[in-house]
Antibody, heavy 119, light 112 residues
């Protein structure tokens, strides 16, 4: 069974940094691109970016470039999202997701982790 | 970025009924390779999204044939027939033809 489990969320002060993790099981992690998507409370889905199977390449949505960094540790079956200089508008549920094929849609999603940016 | 517009924003249906959700893109979703990367997702209350349909009309593994996708270019439709209680939630279309991936604003399906 494919499983993705995010962690690391919580309440964070504006301007701070936070690192989210996504531990996967049920498939060969090192064979897949992996992605992050977020959803502000009551809002729609927003793509953040993705990382190549070997970690050598990342792509980000233009609006996300600069403050978000995606990385992975294939030995630990873990995907990461480093968030820096967070703002109130970064308040959202963050999902890791696996694509169907290299460039396909999001076929498996984690349960999500909530990040609240507030003083 | 490609803007995805879904209509209606919300929809009421009786159990056993049929509904259609429209998704329109600001640019053609036909990729240079000839594929159209339009997908549909359902987010049930309190859950993460789940993939229903990909490349316009292909049902994902385990998805009922009550769900069907159609369309081309910039106009796409998701049809749900014989609606069941487990179908309720918010439906999103998403495109991956042009980077970055973008999604519609969602259509909430509720019981009448």
């Amino acid at each position: 069974e494919v499983k993705l489990v995010e962690s690391g969320g919580g309440l964070v002060l504006p301007g701070a940094s936070l690192k989210l993790s996504c531990i996967v099981s049920g498939f060969t992690f090192s064979d897949y691109w992996m992605r992050w998507v977020r959803q502000a409370p009551g809002k729609g889905l927003e793509f953040i970016g993705e990382i190549k199977p070997d970690g050598s390449k990342t792509n980000y949505a233009p609006s996300m470039k600069g403050r978000f960094t995606i990385s992975r540790d294939n030995a630990k079956n873990t995907l990461y999202l480093q968030m820096s200089s967070v703002r109130s508008e970064d308040t959202a549920t963050y999902y890791c997701a696996r694509p169907l094929g290299d460039s396909g849609p999001f076929d498996y999603w984690g349960q999500g982790v909530m990040v609240t940016v507030s003083s | 970025d490609v803007v995805m517009t879904q209509t209606p924003v919300s929809l009421s249906v009786s159990l056993g009924g049929q509904v259609s959700i429209s998704c329109r893109s600001s640019q053609s979703l036909v990729h240079n390779n000839g594929n159209t990367y339009l997908s549909w997702y359902l987010q049930k209350p309190g859950q993460s999204p789940q993939l229903l349909i990909y490349k316009v009309s292909n049902r994902f593994s385990g998805i009922s044939d009550r769900f069907s996708g159609s369309g081309s270019g910039t106009d796409f439709t998701l049809k749900i027939s014989r609606v069941e209680p487990d179908d309720l939630g918010v439906y999103y279309c998403g495109q991956g033809t042009q980077y970055p991936w973008t999604f519609g604003g969602g259509t909430k399906l509720e019981l009448k």
